[in-house]
């Protein structure tokens, strides 16, 4: 059995998916729940792309107790520089410089010769290995690279002192079969194949981001890159979950292993599903609600007489399964401490008595707490991390088919509140006209969503919002309450603030 590392680039990568935006809590949060997982390597952001990046990696670095911390950075002395100065803290830290080598990159974007290329990245991961002890390059668009030089850039980066190769499919152009022979010309070609780490970074523009993935391991690839649910760029990355369980399930043919814990597959998806607003398709591979359904009748016939009939994987298997939460309102804070523990969350003592108090007053209108309950509290921490605080809220109806509404929001918990009113042609739009009014928010909302966390008619809502300031940039709410009026209020005051914010630090 060989041994492919995970590397995990969600808080880079998949934070380029638009209209993702994880505040510096939410990071921590999966950060945390990654090293859970087991994942050996978190590209934690891009530490010189803007302070609030730089601040989340080096916060990441200095939490995280065995991962590999890693940030990303061009083949700039200053990039490399910053990344050094955010992972020093780090108990294992990385970085990774990366430059296009396809021609199309080198004519139109970079404006370098061939030449000027490998004299840069001689140069700058000689650089990197002053500071850092693990350097990873990657040669970017490297499908689209003649292989001649593909080769020579790898080479180039080997003998300036590399330790870590990683083949990026940038546009999600090549094919298994192409991508296998890349890794067997590389093998075949570069002396020092076995001593470094060979890796892969795919994307699924032509939906064989995970086939070319394993492609790679068959032919040398000994590290994967992707991300939770394949978020990222465009139509995303290779999808760590499914590499994960597809090594265990055919490890006969792989012959692999990871230090995934697969049991943590289905809490680690959910996170970053929530996290991000980015749901997941009912017919997802390992992780999606269908997965483990069966409609036909010939297929239940079998399941119910043997499910290895028609499931290769077990729920169990990737933490899908109905846990009963033996919480109530008589439960002490040990009992629930044990249990959000036992989920996976890392609390503060004030966050910790802040949870609790959630929970008793849940406790108190709910005939049962499930685990999905508890999520949804741990969500809700989350999605009121900000400094604008819902305080009022009052609806009435006004003439005309309208909906008026009353709002009152805290710019900071604890101050004053501002309130205003406003009309709309619904409930919806009267509570965002009112908030626009008071945040001074000059914001196109551009995605509304709305789900029920938990079951029965007691459920909590979940309003994910996405909102589109006059740049173009988006941002990212949610709001959870048992009113969804309420969550949907919370969700747009949170977004609306998210832009509000960068406003002021940009005047600033």
Known sequence: ?????????????????????????EKIQIALQLENWGVDVIEAGFPISSTGDFESVQKIANTLKKATVCGLARCVEADIDCAYEALKGAVSPQVHIFLATSPVHLEYKLKMTQEEVLESIAHHVAYARTKFEKVQFSPEDATRTPIDFLTKAVQTAIDAGATIINIPDTVGYTNPTEFG??????????AQFDDVIFSTHCHDDLGMSVANALAAIENGARRVEGTVNGIGERAGNTSLEEVAVALHIRHDYYQAESGITLAETKRTSDLVSRLSGMAIPKNKAV????????????????????PDTYEIITPALVGVEKNSLPLGKLSGRHAFNTKVEEMGY??????????????KHLADVKKQVTEEDIHAIMLGQVAEDTNYELTHLQLQYVSGGLQGAIVSIAEEKGTAPLEDAATGAGSIEAIYNTIDRIMEARVELTDYRIQAVTKGQDAQAEVHTTVK????????????????LNASAKAYIQASGKAKDQVEKGAN
């Not at 590397?7 to 934070?15: I, K, M, Q």
């Not at 997965?291 to 043997?306: C, F, M, P, R, T």
């Not at 300031?469 to 969804?484: E, L, Q």
């Open 346 to 359: 890392h609390l503060s003592e004030e966050e910790n008595k802040i949870a609790f108090k959630r929970f």
């Open 287 to 306: 992780i999606g609600a269908n997965a483990y359904a069966h409609e036909s009748g010939i297929h239940q016939d079998g399941v119910l007489k043997n």
């Open 469 to 484: 300031d006059g740049n173009g940039r988006t941002f990212h709410g949610i709001g959870i309450d048992f009113d969804v």
């Open 181 to 190: 022979a890349l890794f067997r010309h590389l093998r075949d070609n570069i």
């Open 1 to 25: 059995m060989s041994y492919i590392q995970f590397f995990d680039t969600t808080l880079r990568d998949g934070e380029q998916t638009p209209g993702v935006n994880f505040n510096q809590k």
